[in-house]
């Protein structure tokens, strides 16, 4: 299948994006804080759908069935302590609250500043020129639906990916192993991170009141209904390998 443009269900042009935070949150094994990295997959889904066969999963129960999802992998450049390490997050495009997360992401990874700027990527996002183009899975045997480019500002690339932004984490100390949470997204400035430790007994949640808006029925709905994901399905930092320009970096996102 060649590339082809998609508009989304929603639209959240002109929303204000979600206040970003700067700061750190860590773990024994991995300080939280500011990384630079790579988004190198970002993958088209639909929530509660089965991407092989097209058709709802036996066990969502959720609200949002068939709502537009990106699973974007990012692999930390910086600081070199982790470099090669990778970053799964979930982003669902449901109306609401949760749009402000998902314009934070859409201005840190085009650099967008002034106001037209911001409008620009917005548009090209939720408004049809999103172009994306169906990559085999080797592992799962179906093709992946792999944003290549967001209209003419955003060079994605997926699944070989280069394009730089910040991310700030914190980890979930509660979950084995611990899970990293996206709490930010920043543009990339050039400058390096420089993570802070904090004490393990840091249980602050910087998600607030969305980590509240889950849904009831159950692990799977809660994880694809949640406004912006990073509540309770983050892995903890893993290896990532150098690909060969034909690889795809983990076939799979762990959620």
């Known amino acids: 299948m060649g590339m082809q443009k998609m508009k989304l269900k929603v639209s959240g042009v002109g929303i204000k994006a979600a206040e970003q935070r700067e700061g750190g949150y860590n773990g024994p094994e991995l300080v939280g804080g500011t990384y630079v990295v790579r988004l190198k997959r970002m993958v088209h889904a639909q929530i509660g759908i089965d991407p092989k066969t097209g058709k709802k999963k036996d066990r969502y129960t959720g609200q949002n069935l068939g709502a537009d999802r990106f699973n974007c992998m990012f692999e930390v450049v910086e600081p070199d302590q982790w470099k090669g390490a990778a970053i799964w997050e979930g982003i669902n495009v449901i109306d609401g609250d949760g749009l402000q997360y998902v314009n934070q992401f859409l201005h840190a990874l085009s650099g967008a500043e002034t106001n037209g700027q911001k409008k620009a990527i917005e548009s090209a996002f939720y408004d049809g020129d999103l172009v994306t183009e169906g990559v085999a899975s080797r592992k799962y ?34 979950e084995n192993p611990p899970r990293a949470k996206v709490v930010s997204y920043l543009a990339y400035d050039g400058e390096l991170p420089q993570p802070q430790a904090k004490s393990t007994d840091e249980t602050t949640d910087l998600l607030g009141d969305l980590a509240t ?10 994880m694809a209904d949640s406004a912006f994901q990073g509540v309770a399905d983050q892995p903890v930092l893993q290896s990532v390998p150098d690909a060969e320009p034909d690889q795809n970096i983990g076939d799979e996102p762990p959620f």
């Open 213 to 222: 808006g889950l849904d009831e029925h159950g692990p799977e709905s809660q």
């Open 141 to 174: 045997g179906y093709d992946e639906d792999h944003v290549k480019r967001i209209g003419k500002l955003v060079n994605v690339n997926s699944p070989q990916g280069e394009v730089l932004l910040k991310v700030v984490i914190r980890m979930d100390r509660s």
